[in-house]
């Protein structure tokens, strides 16, 4: 039988809208938002995720406040209606498609709830393709698009609300689809028997919003420092008639916190046409760890897709200063609240990273390996 979706001209291969054009088990097509009052003292970071080779739909939001971080979760079987993005206590309404969204949490029984709209302050920029493989095998293939923007409504936090006004608070989000390992983990094969050896990972994403234009920019090296996926542009305002600027190769230095891999800021040597130097300096401010009840790799009690029966939703909170909470961070990317500055000009944001196994660049030899101590004459 056919689904709603079909009544629309959106279709991509001679199928249903009801199926996809893939049977990979990967298949997924989900949403990611950030909030934040540009403090550092509170972070939301949330998104919706629907998995049809898998059947199932989810979402999470997380809030950071101190040294906790509070999550709620939510999962159930996936409908007919895609149009319809809702789950548990969770929606999300597309006011107007690349200018409004809004994002609503009905749980406020297990601790979050909020009602909030995002509004676009500069045009969505499509990323580059994203490819990924494993032992040959193709794990990542993702499109994605990037956009900046403010926030309103209202959050609320154990009890306490918190009013969101566009003059303070803003963020950003992206929308992704396409394949990437979600759901339980597939038996590993020789890749556990045979681990490739001197493994690096190393990503670095830094959407940013100005008053007059907006920074994305995403770099992800292996271990030795190869350049596997790059983009770098300037967003300006939709009225202004000028497409996105790209801004060449982007190099980026990352300041680390002496004896860890926690960056507590960065500078991105970025280049605009003609050649001419384009800096931006970044500074960190608090974080959210995806792997510590958002769902993402390296979190060992939920991870996106995976089916945990009908009308599930559970709250999860996390100290940070649990020891065992605590190593589990660097293993995982994290996603921080950012203050930059570019051309004399203030500009907030998000500086996603996340740095494990070797990447020669940064000095790391292998997985234990993290920024020198001040004085040291260890090498990290």
């Not at 003292?41 to 997380?62: E, H, K, M, Q, S």
């Not at 493989?133 to 609300?161: P, Y």
């Not at 500009?347 to 390996?369: I, K, L, Q, V």
């Amino acid at each position: 039988m056919p689904v709603p979706l079909d009544e629309y001209p959106v279709h991509q291969a001679p199928l249903s809208m009801r199926h996809m054009a893939t049977s990979d088990r990967n298949a997924y097509d989900r949403c990611y938002f950030n909030a934040h009052d540009r403090t550092g003292d509170v972070f939301l970071v949330t998104g919706l995720g629907v998995y049809p080779n898998l059947g199932v739909i989810d979402a999470y939001a997380t809030v950071r406040r101190g040294d906790r971080q509070h999550t709620v979760r939510t999962s159930d079987a996936l409908g007919e209606d895609r149009m319809v993005q809702r789950v548990g206590p969770y929606a999300v309404e597309v006011i107007e498609p690349l200018e409004r969204v809004r994002v609503v949490c009905e749980g406020d029984d297990l601790g979050i709830g909020f009602n909030l709209v995002w509004t676009a302050s500069f045009p969505a920029v499509e990323e580059p393709s994203h490819v990924m493989r494993q032992a040959g095998r193709v794990i990542l293939d993702a499109a994605r698009f990037a956009q900046v923007g403010t926030w309103s409504g209202s959050l609320r936090v154990g009890g306490e609300e918190l009013e969101v006004v566009p003059q303070r608070w803003v963020g950003t989000r992206d929308r992704s689809w396409g394949i990437r390992p979600v759901g339980e983990a597939e038996p590993p094969g020789r890749t556990a028997a045979e681990p490739a050896e001197g493994f690096g990972f190393w990503w670095t994403y830094v959407p940013m919003r100005f008053d007059d234009f907006a920074l994305v920019v995403i770099a992800q090296e292996d271990g030795d420092g190869t350049r596997t996926l790059n983009a770098a542009v300037r967003v300006w305002p939709e009225d202004s008639g000028r497409p996105p600027e790209q801004l060449g190769w982007p190099e980026v230095e990352v300041r680390y916190r002496p004896g860890t891999r926690h960056p507590e800021g960065a500078v991105l040597h970025l280049r605009s046409r003609g050649g001419k130097p384009l800096i931006v300096e970044i500074d960190t401010l608090g974080f959210v760890a995806l792997n510590c009840g958002p769902g993402y790799g390296g979190d060992p009690d939920w991870s996106h897709g995976q089916w945990r029966g009908r009308g599930w939703t559970e709250e999860v909170v996390a100290d940070m200063r649990d020891p065992a909470l605590a190593g589990r961070v660097p293993f995982g990317v994290v996603d921080h609240v950012a203050r930059a500055v570019c051309d004399g000009v203030e500009g907030w944001g998000m500086f996603e990273h996340g740095t494990f196994g070797r990447h020669e660049p940064s000095g790391f030899a292998d997985w234990a390996s993290v920024a020198p101590v001040s004085g040291s004459d260890d090498a990290p």
